[in-house]
């Protein structure tokens, strides 16, 4: 008897414990929800940016925000890992379940209008283009990127460039050579090299968009950029004779690069080129700030960079923006971030740290590296062409589904179930 | 992704519901209360999921956009025609049968040397068990390393001429065409089985050492006795009274090596032609990179499906062995 009165003493005691645990988290809630309040003034800034140098350049914005508006607090929520990949997955799940960042990193192109924006998700903020008078300080090309419909939906803070090939200075100096201008060039300077026992080109494809970068250069170098882009709106067929030319070409690329290429990120795939194991490498302009900054390479001296072969005078673009979704609270306290964000002080304190050259077309070249003068100089003249592997082009079910693919056709080298598959995927694609 | 959890309270759970009946006393209402919070947060945090993730499988939610309108099997058949997802049914097939066989041969092995009484057993077995304390992702990544073709192992290998691609070959061994892939044993997995059987090894030393011990000395004595050699007396006596030992391993690293996804994530990613990848990474992609949900959805019941075909034998023989 007595074992069952202390057995229902413990569980009344739990019960209590339950309650009072129960009122007391009520009461934490109601704080949190007083917090959140407050917080509504909190401003929650979330993107991928967590590497050297692009924190730094995140940071410097915040500093220089903070300077202007010193009562609003700001929350750097970036989230690590996998070129964006995580933090997508984190955004996703937030925004579907109606709890959006205030502001939030996103690729200018596809990711954005086929995503967020098609979801019903974004605040245009033409108002805000109007009031700052953005209208022609950014490229139309760019403007065009982050629109849908006639509406703007996010503020471009930087640019990448995409169609670059890196090469090491030593090795083409000590084998008497020439940066190759076209694909005949390349398969020539490749050719010299691989007699000579080093590593024409590098590639780092654990990761599969790495490969998917480099062929996206192939199409564009091979299509120009009009057909380039009717790819992605359907207007072309992947069963073109011109995309089979671009697959040939890819295809002959890979007899050129390091056997490894599958144990290696891109930056692994850039310390080939570094140490002078491999002589060239594609990769977006972000390698020029691994170079410099992890690897203490001087441009120019170490590495030499041209535009990609057969890609003078075009321009892959990858545009890093920030909108404003809906639901936000405090939206007049987002607007005035996006200000500073598309401001040419935002712009200039942003980009020399990260290593990317403004969005807009009046910024400070003499902030910028010997690099980043000559970028800026070509991104005004140069045609813009949309990324495929950094989803600016498509939407993001279709650069995974061109990720494997590419995966897959790196080792079969098998053209034909390559192009259909793309020709499948792509009925995706409407427009 | 979804995990079978087999919690104590949902046994003894049961048991009330199998007796006859009998008036409820104040210790059933008594027990009945202590299980409820339990039974229910179970029933909805685990069950319920399993069954929503169900149902996000049938529908046509494959973008931002949720869509929940019927899709039938349409995710199911798509997956199973998938180049990539027969490549990883092929690569789960094969790791779950060299992981498990290496994990109970080498288990087994240990466990019988360590037990042969001699000086610092206790030191053994921790050196044997601590890689059971290290994460999948630090195991992976000190693996990757060790492994790389260029910087790795090799640097001892090369000058005996030996200069393996560990997980970049994407050699088939034994490969005939099967559906859209080429099914045998991708060399590249085998890498990731040593850094896995490495870490796993300990679990099972233990539980057959733990087995070990449970045998009475007196059938040793026995069949010593009757002449057996030591030879026969392990391999005819000893390693059949370990089987039940086995099928709890069995069970165990089943579940674990189906649902995969930490290792090879930070080991190897999905591998060139996909020869190191697996449903759980693919999963894991193609819903939270491709916005695939539905598909995504598809791939996780497919992996609870093929766990279940493990588990659930084991929960009705265990039920019937219980009562």
């Not at chain 1, 807009?360 to 592997?389: N, V």
Request: glycine residues 8%; aromatic residues 12%.
């Amino acid at each position: 008897m007595r074992k069952k009165a202390s057995a229902w003493l413990a569980l009344a005691l739990g019960i209590g414990m339950a309650l009072s645990g129960c009122s007391s988290s009520n009461s934490s809630s109601d704080n949190a929800k007083q917090g959140s309040q407050k917080a509504g003034e909190k401003l929650e800034i979330f993107s991928w940016w967590t590497g050297a140098g692009e924190e730094d350049g995140l940071k410097a914005l915040i500093k220089l925000f903070q300077e202007k508006y010193p009562d609003i607090e700001v929350e750097n929520a970036a989230v690590a890992g996998g070129a964006g990949t995580n933090a997508k997955a984190v955004l996703a799940s937030r925004m579907q379940g109606n709890d959006p960042p205030s502001t939030f990193q996103v690729h200018g192109g596809a990711e954005l209008n086929e995503g967020w924006v098609a979801a019903g998700k974004m605040e245009p903020l033409n108002d805000l283009y109007e009031k700052e008078g953005w209208m022609d300080k950014f490229p139309k090309a760019l403007i065009d990127m982050v629109s849908k419909d006639g509406n703007i939906y996010s503020v471009p803070v930087n640019i990448h460039r995409g169609n670059v090939l890196w090469y090491n200075k030593k090795i083409f100096a000590d084998n008497g050579l020439q940066p190759p201008k076209t694909f005949d060039e390349f398969f020539q300077v490749a050719d010299k090299l691989k007699a000579k026992g080093i590593t024409p080109l590098a590639l780092g494809d654990k990761e599969p968009w790495a490969a998917t970068h480099l062929f996206e250069n192939v199409l564009l170098g091979t299509l120009g950029t009009e057909n380039y882009k009717k790819l992605w709106t359907g207007e072309l067929s992947f069963n073109d004779p011109q995309v089979k030319q671009a697959v040939e070409t890819f295809k002959k690329m890979l007899n050129y690069i390091n056997e490894d290429h599958s144990s290696r990120n891109w930056q692994d795939a850039a310390q080939l080129v570094a140490e002078g194991k491999a002589a060239m490498y594609v990769m977006g302009d972000w390698v020029k700030g691994y170079f410099v900054n992890d690897l203490k390479l001087k441009v120019n001296e170490d590495f030499g960079y041209v535009p990609v072969p057969n890609t003078e005078g075009k321009f892959m673009v990858i545009t890093d923006t920030f909108g404003l979704p809906k639901g936000v609270k405090n939206p007049d306290d987002v607007k005035k971030f996006l200000a500073v964000l598309g401001s040419v002080e935002g712009q200039d304190a942003f980009n020399p740290l990260k290593g990317s050259i403004p969005a807009r077309i009046d910024a400070d070249p003499s902030k910028y590296d010997e690099y980043g003068k000559q970028t800026m100089q070509d991104f005004k003249t140069a045609e813009l062409a949309p990324s495929l592997a950094h989803g600016s082009a498509a939407p993001e079910g279709f650069v995974t589904k061109v990720n494997q693919a590419v995966n897959i056709f790196v080792t079969q080298k098998d053209v034909k179930t390559f192009i259909d598959t793309l020709a499948s995927a792509a009925t995706e694609l409407k427009k | 992704m979804e995990t079978v959890n087999i919690t104590p309270a949902e046994k003894t759970a049961a048991v009330p519901a199998v007796r006859k009946k009998r008036k409820w006393t104040a210790d059933h209402w008594l027990a009945a209360a202590f299980l409820a919070p339990s039974v229910i947060l179970i029933f909805l945090f685990v069950y319920g999921f399993i069954a929503w993730t169900g149902y996000v499988s049938l529908s046509n939610w494959n973008s931002l956009v949720p869509d929940w309108s019927f899709a039938g099997l349409k995710n199911y058949l798509y997956l199973f025609h998938d180049f990539r997802f027969q490549a990883d049914l092929r690569n789960t097939l094969v790791f779950t049968v060299l992981f498990i066989a290496a994990v109970i041969v080498l288990g087994q092995l240990l466990a019988i040397l360590l037990d042969q009484k001699l000086r610092g057993e206790s030191l053994f077995r921790n050196i044997f068990f601590f890689p059971m304390a290290l994460s999948f992702v630090v195991t992976g990544v000190v693996w990757q390393w060790l492994f790389n073709p260029s910087t790795g192992v090799n640097l001892f290998l090369k000058p005996l001429g030996l200069d393996s691609k560990w997980y970049t070959d994407t050699t088939i061994l034994g490969g005939f065409h099967w559906g859209k892939i080429e099914f045998g044993i991708p060399v590249a997995i085998i890498a990731v089985v040593v850094a896995a059987v490495w870490q796993m090894t300990g679990f099972a030393v233990a539980m057959y050492l733990a087995g070990l011990r449970a045998i009475p000395d007196e059938v040793r004595e026995a069949a010593r006795m009757d002449g057996a050699t030591e030879f026969q007396l392990y391999w005819k006596i000893i390693l059949p009274l370990l089987r039940p030992i086995t099928v709890s391993v069995i069970i165990i690293m089943a579940h674990i090596s189906l649902k995969i996804f930490d290792l090879i994530y930070a080991m190897t990613g999905p591998g060139a032609n996909f020869v190191t990848d697996v449903p759980g990474v693919y999963m894991f992609e193609t819903t939270f990179r491709g916005n695939y949900y539905a598909n995504g959805a598809a791939i996780a019941i497919v992996m609870l499906l093929s766990v279940a075909i493990f588990i659930v034998p084991y929960l009705i023989s265990s039920r019937k062995g219980g009562s």
